[in-house]
């Protein structure tokens, strides 16, 4: 886009002036070639007339003299005297010393035609001299006549090659580049698929101005096409990028080292549930899942051995549940909650029963050591209008009484 303050040029008018400078300097070099070969011309047929004059007046001068006959030869002198472009005449007679003259004085600048006046007799001996100075006034305003006759016929030749080349510059360059600059500045992202037509006719084959909107017209080919690809773009990066934030808040609200629900989940998934319970009267148990004696397989087998046991515990808590509505968060160290929706306590009871015996009766196999693992479970079932607090602390009290209990049992909140 142009700055503001710039000038706007336009090309077909910096090539007309450039053209009117070249032709006028053209006329003043072909004027002025001319004008001097004109000028070499009129000298030379001036010079010619000058000598035809004397030729015509030689026979009248001649018989005058011959008869002495002072009238005839001043007439004639006279006359000769009185034509445009003879400035001066000058008869002298040589038998006598007379002299007949007519027209300027021309005593400081040489004869331009000087002859012999022979007598009519045919004799040699001449009887004077005749010499006529041409009138340089009258050679110049020939000379000016004839150079402005070449410098107008120039001048009205230029003028007209430059109209026709303005003409032409308007029509075939100047005209097609402002609809191309007008089309350009018009268009817009959602219409590039707008041919670019130019006003001009037809022609048999392609000029500049064709490849320009050739090229044009592939820009906004190239252009739709890369926008296209980018909106595909776009849209393959938005649906990456929304798997990746599904994937990194799934793993924010995993156990790492379980697979099971962290605490974070707990805390945002376990209110709906209760929400969802109480809103519709239907009955949901919680039960609190303490390993037991677990700080002494830590101590006896290491933690990376107390890891895998927590890692299978989790499992068989998750088999041990119906998938799509029951759920297992890591509340913490080795203490897991599970969260039965649809489900009361007594229920709840038998479930948990389960999960014990399948605990009790398969030992964890890690790297070819057994080690047996029990787990004391804490029911609660939520009441009208408690909350989560009250529900989680109900359910922790009784794993507090399994294990007081002995451990390896399952205690149950009313």
Known sequence: MLAKSSRFRSISTLLIQRIVLLSLACLLLLGSLHAWVEFRLEQKNFERSMGRLADNSMRTLSVGLWDIDRYTVRDQVAWMAALPEVAHVHVKVYATGEKFMAGRDMADVPATVSVPILPPDGQEKPLGVLEIWANPQYFISLMVQSTMRVALGYALFTLLICVMVAWVMRRELRQPLSQIA?????????????????????????????????????????????????????????????????????????????????????????????????????????????????????????????????????????????????????????????????????????????????????????????????????????????????????????????????????????
């Open 182 to 414: 007008r089309f350009a500045a018009g268009l817009k992202p959602n219409q590039l698929a707008t041919p670019l037509r130019l006003n001009r006719p037809q022609r048999g084959k392609p000029d500049e101005i064709d490849l320009v909107i050739q090229g044009f017209q592939q820009l906004q080919s190239d252009l739709r096409r890369y926008i296209d690809n980018l909106d595909q773009l776009v849209a393959d990066r938005t649906q990456k990028l929304e798997e990746l934030v599904d994937e990194v808040k799934r793993l924010s609200l995993m156990d790492a080292l379980t697979g099971c629900f962290n605490r974070r989940a707990l805390d945002e998934r376990l209110p709906s549930e209760l929400e969802r319970s109480q809103r519709y009267r239907r009955p949901l148990s919680v039960a609190f899942v303490d390993v037991d004696h677990f700080k002494r397989i830590n101590d006896e087998h290491g933690h990376g051995m107390g890891d895998m046991v927590l890692r299978e515990v989790a499992s068989r808590l998750q088999s041990s549940l119906r998938s799509q509505v029951d759920w297992v968060a890591r509340y913490g160290g080795e203490e897991f909650l599970l969260v039965m929706p649809e489900t009361a306590a007594h229920d709840a009871l038998e479930i948990v029963g389960r999960v014990a015996d399948l605990l009790r009766s398969t030992p964890v196999l890690v790297h070819g050591q057994v080690v047996e693992v029990t787990a004391s479970f804490g029911i609660a079932q939520l009441r009208d209008g408690e909350n989560m607090t009250n529900l989680l602390q109900r359910a922790d009290s009784m794993v507090y009484q399994a294990k007081a209990d002995g451990r390896n049992c399952a205690r149950m909140a009313l």
